[in-house]
């Protein structure tokens, strides 16, 4: 089992920074390929950026360049850092974590004004 919490999301105005944190807590989340997804008003939740266990990273194409994935194992946290904002990238940001299932948080809103 996987329990997820994410913070950090808010208003921003484009061009601006966030960062997104997910702390996670159960018996796999070491082991776990750690992601965040997105989902905008009327599309499919999509993937923005994963890490796995041993800091392997992916991203979504939209957001390479301007999003860093980054884990710290010791405090079982996941963070999101997103520089470079465009409103395109407004949504509800969910941070999943992969481990024999998907688990996700509840999501943190992100709102970026042009």
């Known amino acids: 089992q996987v329990q997820l919490v994410e913070s950090g999301g808010g208003p921003v105005q484009a061009g601006g920074s966030l960062r997104l944190s997910c702390a996670a807590s159960?018996?796999?989340?070491?082991?776990?390929?750690m992601g965040w997804y997105r989902q905008i008003p009327g599309k499919q939740r999509e993937l923005v950026c994963s890490?796995?266990?041993?800091?392997?990273?992916n991203y979504a194409d939209s957001v390479k360049g301007r999003f860093t994935i980054s884990r710290d194992n010791d405090k079982n946290t996941t963070y999101l850092q997103m520089n470079s904002l465009k409103p395109e990238d407004t949504g509800v940001y969910y941070c999943?974590?992969?481990?024999?299932?998907?688990?996700w948080g509840q999501g943190t809103q992100v709102t970026v004004s042009s």
């Open positions: 159960g018996s796999a989340v070491k082991i776990a390929t």
């Open positions: 999943n974590a992969f481990a024999w299932r998907h688990y």
């Open positions: 890490i796995s266990s041993d800091g392997r990273t």
